[in-house]
């Protein structure tokens, strides 16, 4: 079956910086979009930066020019870099993506574990 498999995530200053990785496995026929998402503790989960399927990107508001998403279409792998942290930033990284699998035929949703990332002195 499909995984996503994150990692990136970890303890880190402010004004420091991280890279978030996600790849993407199993019985892929093709991936349509591929984004980040995250989630503070009592809050409700966000979009944090992706790729639309029409190639286009999204970033939330309050990490324009902070974050930057790209993708190595050939590794089914996404990225997230991610300078200029703040102690706001913290919080569960999602890896999301949508993925038509050999298995269903269809699109359908699929999520990555999490992975914390904490933005403390």
């Known amino acids: 079956q499909v995984q996503l498999v994150e990692s990136g995530g970890g303890l880190v200053q402010p004004g420091g910086s991280l890279r978030l990785s996600c790849a993407a496995s199993?019985?892929?026929?093709?991936?349509?979009?591929m984004g980040w998402y995250r989630q503070a503790p009592g809050k409700e989960r966000e979009l944090v930066a992706g790729f639309t399927s029409g190639g286009g990107t999204n970033y939330a508001d309050s990490v324009q020019g902070r974050f930057t998403i790209s993708r190595d279409a050939a590794k089914n792998t996404v990225y997230l870099q991610m300078n200029s942290l703040k102690p706001e930033d913290t919080a569960v990284y999602y890896c999301n993506a949508g993925i038509i699998s050999m298995r269903t035929l269809r699109l359908n949703d699929y999520w990555g574990q999490g992975t914390q990332v904490t933005v403390s002195s």
């Open positions: 199993g019985s892929i026929f093709s991936i349509n979009a």
